[in-house]
């Protein structure tokens, strides 16, 4: 089962270049399911034991199972879709001596600059097209060892600029080409259209490496983007396996993250408060009854973790370990929206699923990040557990984890679709 389900992961990752790739193979994954897509623009008519997904901007999707007309809770899962990487600028080609051509990128995340240099890279994203009456998008993924940001041989400096943080608007554009390379031209040509046609476009470099199973007795996984592509992955293929006669389960991927949360499809918008809003409407619910059923259920918010790092150990936490392949981590901090009783919650349904936890506390000289729990929770205010799973090297181009969590979090997750919530205070009886 791990063979088959760690080859799967690096299939969506290989898949999912940017966030709005990411939807499209989520969207896929649901398709064949037999899943009803429906339009924000529309209204909408459930059907009870059917399933449906809904998208919004080019990298948010949410998807749930409508169980029936008086069903009791929701039951979330809401992993992020997008990396850090680098974003393309407008008007990207720089020349250069008329020898060479760079391409004008910004930086999209916390990304760790250095780590991007002397390595392949490709392009992906979405172009907008002109058409008769109006305009489309339009997915693009060059797929191939397009760029290279090459870095300065250290004989070349000596005043130690190798040694210095990179300047991202000099030090870490990509070089495409000789003097008359155009990324809109390749864009355009494998996307089979005119160049004069694309009216803009949301275009992102990324490591296309594939992932690999590594370690002495290969007990670790490396890849791409696996913050958070494998709790999108786990999210995903957890939810299509599971079944909740009483619970509406639902799986909301959702985009920028990494920037912050702010855009019309992040978790600061009303996109999960809508879709819950409006499948209690088509439930014929009042006011008290979608509160009771926001209150009732649960949402995990799931983002990759940090492990102890072999090289830098005295990072962590002094008390509160992890480590690759010992199980979820359950992530408590005032910058998390994990509370007490939410995290007894999910060590309980873990514990009787036979899947190991490990609770993970910032250093407190070294605080680290959110993630989007506590701002999905400001307009969803549902119970809330923030979890992950431990690795290495995050918002690297290249990352580590332990290629048995990975089956730790997808059977937690299918665990937790399949449980039922009885909350009484802060008591909850699971089910």
Known sequence: MTDQLTNRLFDFIESSPTSCHAVNAVRAMLLQQGFTELAETQPWRLVPGQGYFATRGPGSIIAFRYPKNDFKAFSIVAPHSDSPCFKVKG?????????????????????????????PLSVAGRLVIRTEDGVRAQLLDLHSDLLIIPSLAPHMSRGGEAGAKPDPQKDTLPLLGGEEADLLSLA????????????????????????????????????PRLDDLECVFSAVTAFLQSENQENCMVCAVLDNEETGSMTRQGA??????????????????????????????????????????????????????????????????????????????????????????????????NP??????????????????????????????????GRDDLKHMVN????????????????CRIG
């Not at 004069?196 to 490396?222: K, M, P, S, T, W």
């Open 91 to 119: 008007s990207p080609e720089m020349r250069v001596e008329k020898h060479y051509t760079k391409l004008n990128t910004e930086v999209y995340g916390g990304m760790v600059l250095n780590l991007w240099l002397d390595r």
């Open 188 to 223: 355009a040509g494998r996307a089979g259209v005119a160049k004069e046609d694309i009216l803009d476009y949301d275009l992102y470099l990324y490591n296309r490496a594939r992932g690999a199973v590594l370690g002495g007795g290969a007990e670790f996984i490396a890849a």
């Open 268 to 365: 600061n918008s009303t996109f999960l408060e809508d879709v819950i809003g409006r499948v209690c409407l088509c439930a014929g619910m009042g006011e008290q009854a979608r509160q009771a059923a926001i209150q009732g259920g649960m949402l995990l918010s799931a983002d990759n973790a940090h492990a102890v790092h072999p090289n830098y150990p005295e990072k962590a936490d002094p008390s509160s370990r992890c480590y690759l392949n010992e199980g979820v981590v359950i992530k408590h901090s005032t910058r998390y929206a994990t509370d007490g009783v939410s995290a007894g919650v999910f060590k309980r349904i873990c514990e009787k699923a036979g899947v190991p936890v490990q609770d993970f506390y910032n250093h407190s000289s």
């Open 368 to 401: 680290g990040g959110g993630t989007l729990g506590l701002i999905s929770g400001s307009h969803v205010s549902i119970p809330t557990v923030d979890i992950g799973l431990a690795q290495l090297a995050m918002h690297s181009p290249y990352e580590t984890a």
């Open 412 to 427: 937690a997750m299918t665990a937790f679709y399949n449980s039922v919530f009885a909350w009484q205070g802060n008591s």
